[in-house]
């Protein structure tokens, strides 16, 4: 992923807090020779407070073609996007210059945690893992918890294998016009206003926000 310095996350605090509302992302893992890599869109729960760059717990059925690739090489990339939209080309055009010269692009907001796949089959741990991923879903409650050997869920758990990530690299990009002068940030806000469609406000509240501190 490539990341222009305006693009760039400006703190650390600014990807963790958008992360901090995103669990859902595309874990990409290493393919075995000869074979493209897989791409496993999952739910996931990050957990900042373990280790220096925090980890992911997730799960996947046992029958997932993934676990071969892990076993061969470990190293994993977690992408999560959104906050994306599409802007025309006359939005972002410079003052005095044709509308239709202007250049169409894309805006979103994306972090990539590359991690270290350990992946976990005692069946207590599982169940401890697992736990903490519904708590994060469901803080309410409202299902019971998981442990070997005990109905509801006892028996499932063997069909199940949880990966437990440990993030070793991040990378964040914010692309929301940071290097556009600011008479034309202005004009895309109020485009984006007006359009109001799916991701627009959204990016206008980022464009804004980073706008504001230069």
């Known amino acids: 992923m490539l990341i222009h310095p305006w693009d760039a996350a400006h703190d650390e605090g600014e990807w963790r807090d958008w992360l901090s509302r995103h669990d859902f992302g595309q874990l990409a893992v290493n393919g ?112 019971a918890p998981a442990a070997p050997g005990e109905a509801p869920f006892g028996r499932l758990l063997s069909g199940i294998r949880v990966l437990n990530l440990e993030v070793t690299e991040v990378r964040a990009k914010f692309k929301y016009a940071g290097n556009k002068p600011e008479e034309v940030q202005a004009r895309i806000a109020t485009h984006l206003a007006e359009r109001a469609g799916p991701g627009d406000l959204a990016a206008r509240t980022h464009q804004l926000r980073r706008g504001a501190r230069g």
């Open 32 to 143: 075995l020779p000869g074979d493209p890599p897989s791409v496993q869109p999952m739910h996931f729960r990050y957990e900042p407070e373990a280790g220096p760059h925090g980890r992911v717990l997730a799960h996947l059925a046992r029958p997932n073609p993934l676990w071969r690739a892990l076993e061969a090489n470990p190293t994993v990339l977690l992408s999560v996007v959104d906050d994306y939209v599409f802007a025309p080309g006359p939005w972002a055009v410079p003052e005095g210059t044709p509308p239709e010269h202007g250049t169409p692009t894309s805006y979103y907001a994306a972090v990539q945690l590359r991690c270290t796949a350990h992946v976990v089959d005692d069946p207590a741990e599982k169940a401890e893992f697992l736990n903490r991923q519904v708590a994060h879903f469901q803080p309410d409650g409202a299902t």
